[in-house]
């Protein structure tokens, strides 16, 4: 009997021991790591994902997409849980475009809980790979950037990477606008990972619309004139602006070589970047016209103050001649404009001084930003008048010695063309439909003065002129070629194989409506303005007048 109710003691004595051991795991499982457990039964059980904003779309003056949004779902996967990794990828991998083996690959991983299958689906193909029904395979909602013009002004509206987030362009400077505010989704999952409740944490709000000053079809015509310069002289590079001197918009903004904003991957990283506002160059003749402006404004000149000019002039240790040899000529100021004499320049700019000559490189914006809202805009470089060297006044005046940009180069021809207020080119006309107001400007030369100067850059179209061969009958046409040899920083002195040719021009010469600025970087087979540039400018002006129904003269 006493062995008995000891052998029961014993048995009571082990369920008492289990019974504490349960309890003691108990007690750790739920107090110690109760909060990890907890964490980890809920990350299997619910799920927390972003739910991208809808992008704000891009449009043109007239409503016509440049940039748009469409759904879109990443479809990923978590391999553990795919049961006949090779099965599965022979489904989904016609669905999605991609080798089966690639695939198999991938849902055969057991080194990772997650893979991405395809990123920005579009939803259609998406609800494809979700009706085939695989247990592992997940859908995570987000949009799809399209650009239906393709290439048309990529380098201005940019494009967006696989993330959703701007690269360059517009998309890049204008992405937090544009990007709109995330919200937040809970879903919660059974043990298989599928989906049994949905809820929304946080509803997503779609990006903000940014409508530009820009038109489709012009924008369309000045590309199609680029790529025929691009063709024709194999440049390194190209750019053309067409603005409204009158309101600083910009109507078209075109670069060569153009790239496609729906595959930017494709294109070589200097492609994608803005040349309008992005490449400072040596402007050449077309800064005669400041010059000009600032020795008539001061009192130095009139149109009609006449010069005996030399075949060449010193200036310190430089001897400056012509573009071609002459002997002694004589011209008023209004022919060196239109002959681009840069002998006569250099008087002019002589007899303004060094001082008042800075004063009004200055006063026109060179040397700062235009402050155009667009990415990547550079200053320029303008030396500083405590720098000037005794020969500075022999290449300074004619274009020589420092760096603009095209965007300041169209700028400071607008206040020529619009009685000489300076406005800031602009190229969002709205954002979400609330109109952005348009730069007041300022005055920086009288209204006659400006007059004077528009009459002297006809006389450049005129015969004799350096573009004389440019004409759109029925309108009368101002402007001013440039060819300036790029400085090699290998030799330290000025390239004679390697040019920037450019034109500046306005119609009609009266009261310019449009003004049109073409630069191309080192074209091959001609290098002067009058002979690469200025046609351009021609073919351009030639739509855009009839187009913006601006009448003839």
Do not use: C
């Not at 927390?48 to 779309?57: D, E, F, H, M, Y």
């Not at 893979?115 to 998406?126: C, D, E, I, K, N």
């Not at 779609?206 to 015509?221: I, K, N, S």
């Not at 235009?370 to 500083?384: A, H, I, K, M």
Request: glycine share 12%.
């Amino acid at each position: 009997m006493a062995l008995v109710e000891r052998r029961i003691g014993l048995l009571f004595a082990a369920f008492l021991a289990l019974l504490s051991i349960a309890a003691l795991r108990a007690t750790y499982m739920g107090v110690i790591r109760g909060g990890s457990l907890s964490s980890a039964a809920s990350s299997q059980q619910v799920s927390q994902q972003t739910l991208p904003a809808r992008r704000g779309s891009i449009v043109d003056r007239g409503g016509v997409p440049l940039a748009t949004s469409e759904p879109a779902d990443d479809i990923s996967a978590t391999p553990y849980l795919v049961r006949d990794p090779v099965r599965a990828a022979a489904k989904i991998a016609p669905v999605l475009g991609v080798p089966v083996a690639q695939l198999t690959q991938e849902l055969a991983r057991r080194d990772t809980g997650f893979v991405y299958l395809g990123r920005r689906v579009p939803a259609s193909t998406a609800d494809r790979v979700k009706a085939l029904g695989i247990a592992g395979i997940d859908l995570t909602p987000g949009s799809l950037r399209t650009y239906p013009r393709g290439m048309l002004a990529s380098q201005v509206v940019g494009a967006v990477g696989v993330d959703g987030k701007g690269l360059f362009g517009l998309e890049y400077a204008r992405d937090k606008l544009l990007h709109g505010s995330d919200g937040v989704q809970r879903s919660v999952l059974d043990g298989g990972r599928q989906t049994i409740q949905v809820r929304d944490v946080h509803r997503a709000a779609p990006g903000e619309q940014l409508r530009l000053t820009l038109d489709a079809q012009l924008q369309e015509r000045t590309e199609e004139v680029l790529q025929g310069v691009g063709e024709t002289y194999r440049p390194k590079g190209a750019t053309a602006i067409v603005m409204d001197p009158r309101t600083g918009e910009i109507l078209s903004m075109a670069n060569w070589p153009r790239v496609n904003a729906n595959r930017p991957g494709s294109a070589p990283s200097w492609a994608l970047e803005n040349r309008a506002v992005g490449f400072p160059y040596e402007p050449g003749s077309t800064f005669k016209a400041f010059t000009v402006a600032g020795a008539l404004q001061d009192g130095a000149v009139t149109p009609t103050t006449s010069f005996n000019l030399p075949p060449q002039i010193q200036v310190a240790d430089r001897t400056i001649h012509d573009a071609e040899a002459r002997g002694w000529e004589t011209l008023d100021t209004a022919g060196i404009l239109a002959k681009s004499s840069n002998v006569g320049a250099i008087m002019i700019g002589q007899r303004l001084g060094a001082r008042r000559f800075d004063h009004w490189v200055r006063t026109f914006g060179f040397g700062t930003q235009t402050r155009v809202d667009l990415p990547g805009e550079e200053q320029g470089l303008v030396l500083p008048l405590n720098k000037y060297s005794g020969s500075s006044m022999g290449n300074l005046p004619i274009g020589q010695g420092e760096l603009v940009t095209p965007i300041q180069m169209a700028a400071a021809y607008s206040a020529i063309a619009n009685g000489g207020i300076l406005r800031k080119p602009h190229i969002i006309s709205a954002i979400n439909g609330r109109a952005v107001r348009e730069p007041v400007g300022h005055r920086v030369i009288s209204g006659s003065v400006a007059a004077d100067v528009r009459k002297m850059l006809e006389g450049v179209l005129a015969p004799g002129g350096t573009a004389s061969e440019v004409s759109i009958p029925g309108y009368q046409l101002a402007g001013k070629t440039g060819t300036a040899n790029k400085f090699d920083t290998a030799t330290g002195k000025y390239s004679d194989q390697k040019y920037v040719a450019s034109f500046v021009g306005m119609a009609p010469a009266a009261h310019p409506r449009v003004l049109v600025a073409v630069m191309v970087d080192e074209p091959q087979g001609a290098i002067y303005g009058g002979q690469v540039a200025a046609p351009a400018f021609q073919k351009i002006a030639q739509f855009a007048l009839p187009y913006l129904r601006i009448p003839p003269h």
